[in-house]
């Protein structure tokens, strides 16, 4: 690898605005704000949405639309099937 280049590497603490959730990971991000975690003392970067608590990973997504795009095709074009 060149020398110089590439950005600083490490582990970092991202956590969940919504949920508090927090999780460690490595990242280039250079945040100001730091938090202990599990005995250490990791930067913080602060996220608005993770798997904690995005509605698809937490099973509370809703559908506001039933059919697919297929069913539609197929009703409006009345080619529905024939039992």
Do not use: C, W
């Given at each position: 690898?060149?020398?110089?280049?590439h950005?600083?590497?490490?582990?970092?603490?991202?956590?969940?605005?919504?949920?508090?959730?927090?999780?460690?990971?490595?990242?280039?991000?250079k945040?100001?704000?730091?938090?202990?975690?599990?005995?250490?003392?990791?930067?913080?970067?602060?996220?608005?949405?993770?798997?904690?608590?995005?509605?698809?990973?937490?099973?509370?997504?809703?559908?506001?639309?039933?059919?697919g795009?297929?069913?539609?095709?197929?009703?409006?074009?009345?080619?529905?099937?024939?039992?």
């Amino acid at each position: 690898m060149k020398q110089g280049i590439h950005p600083d590497y490490q582990e970092v603490v991202f956590m969940d605005s919504a949920t508090g959730a927090k999780f460690l990971a490595g990242s280039t991000l250079k945040p100001t704000e730091t938090i202990e975690f599990e005995g250490k003392t990791y930067p913080l970067v602060r996220v608005e949405v993770s798997s904690a608590s995005h509605p698809f990973y937490t099973g509370k997504q809703k559908f506001a639309q039933a059919d697919g795009r297929i069913e539609k095709f197929n009703k409006k074009y009345g080619m529905a099937k024939k039992d």
